[in-house]
């Protein structure tokens, strides 16, 4: 594992998501904002609530749950938006934004504070585990990012 790689703990951010945490590095959050006034977008998946104005910029905010296949996913507005560092740096807006259901947390990772999960993972989720007593899933950031790049063309002109 990496944190035994390291000899150290990984700081990590907890995103509260529906029933389940998603737990990512701290580097790749830029910022938590509380929610803001998301401009929809037409004709653009359902994943994709619209954009946030952000530093000069227009960011797309992605609905997790919804981008990760689920179909009953309450439209309201979210608590927070977590601004999210592109991991892939060769195409793509720089920033993205993902809506969650709460404050997100700083927690650090240690090989001892997880324990593997054997459960369905939805499309846009690398792995399921426990940490501590909370059940937490690692998003596949690669998979939200190339459905941003892939969505494009068809609803994020003028980003």
Known sequence: MIAEELGAD???????????G?????VCVAEVLPWRRIREVNNSPDWLLGTLAWRGDAIPVVR????????????GESECVAVMNRC???HGEPFYAI????????VQV??????????????AESA????GTEQV?????????DQLMNARPAGLRGL
């Open 128 to 131: 399921a585990m426990k940490l």
């Open 110 to 123: 240690g090989e001892e504070d997880i324990v593997a999960e054997h459960m369905h993972l939805g499309i």
């Open 137 to 145: 899933r690692i998003p596949n950031l690669g998979y939200v990012e």
């Open 64 to 75: 997790f749950e919804t981008i990760n296949g689920a179909t009953n996913v309450q439209k």
């Open 10 to 20: 990984i700081n990590c951010v907890l995103l509260p998501i529906g029933k389940l």
């Open 88 to 90: 892939r740096t060769a």
């Open 22 to 26: 998603l737990l990512v590095p701290s």
């Open 99 to 106: 809506a969650t259901d709460g404050l997100p947390r700083m």
